[in-house]
């Protein structure tokens, strides 16, 4: 199967199945509200998780719809006693549009990288000494991993966010093993013919031993069992070290996407 078709550079396929992914991920722990300038999405139930309560999709025509749009966004997550912590344009809104007006109510831009796979790989060699093992069947060992890469200010919610999307059915995630002790989780989220690698780490005692290889050769090779048309991820700009990694397992970039968030809500 050939995806070099879907992958152009700068072009809305990967961006878009992105952010489709995103939405739909959003959806199984936030209630979605459509505004007039986006959509919202807010969880009282896990409030102390930033990464839950977003405004996206967004789309102004104006400096003056900018500012409306932070009001009506603050109030909807007030009334809940929520707090917007991230903001998404939609997939042709410049970013210069809105920056300014965020950038003054507190946010700051968090440039990402969008990458997807351009071909399917040669076959990755197995280092050996790891086990991948579904999380459904492993719910403590993923928790202890999830938790590891909570902040402190998420705390026990964040896994709680974690453990409840487990059971979505196009959820498919794993726990990577070394003996008895996990070091890693990844997922691999379906959405129609996207294949959308979300949250893959590794703990810090295992990384640079091939812990991460063998969570993207195990993910890659159920995405292609699978017969998706896009396997896709999206990387933070700065980090390079992830961008080099996944560039080896065969990911390519394509475009980049503009998120803003509130500062001290780092995700």
């Known amino acids: 199967m050939d995806l070099s078709l879907n992958i152009v550079e700068g072009g809305p396929n990967v961006r878009g199945s992105i952010l489709r992914t995103n939405q739909a991920f959003l959806e199984l722990v936030s209630e979605k509200t459509t505004l007039d300038y986006g959509i919202a999405f807010a969880s009282p139930q896990f409030s102390t998780v930033s990464e839950c309560n977003q405004f996206r999709e967004v789309w102004v025509d104006s400096a003056d719809e900018a500012a409306k749009a932070i ?23 410049k970013p210069e549009t809105i920056e300014p007006a965020l950038l003054a109510a507190g946010f700051r831009r968090d440039d990402r990288v969008a990458m997807a796979l351009d071909g399917w790989p040669a076959s990755m060699e197995s280092p050996g000494q790891y086990r991948v093992l579904p999380a459904r069947a492993m719910r403590a060992a993923f928790a202890e991993v999830c938790g590891q890469r909570a902040t402190d200010a998420e705390g026990d919610a964040r896994v709680e966010v974690d453990n409840e999307r487990l059971d979505d059915h196009r959820l498919d995630a794993f726990v990577l093993m070394d003996g008895k002790k996990p070091v890693g989780v990844c997922s691999l989220f379906q959405v129609g013919d996207i294949g ?25 090779a159920l995405a292609r069992r699978l017969t998706v048309s896009v396997v ?26 503009v998120e803003f968030v509130r500062d001290n809500h780092n995700q």
């Open 71 to 93: 009001e009506q966004a603050d109030a909807h997550f007030a009334e809940s006693g929520l707090t917007c912590n991230r903001w998404a344009p939609a997939e042709d809104q």
């Open 196 to 220: 959308r690698i979300i949250d893959l780490y590794v703990v810090e005692s295992a990384r640079r031993q091939k812990a991460g290889t063998e969570m993207a050769r195990h993910i890659i």
């Open 232 to 257: 896709c991820l999206e990387v933070r700009e700065t980090n390079e070290q992830a961008i080099a990694f996944v560039k080896q397992c065969g990911f390519v970039e394509a475009g980049r996407l």
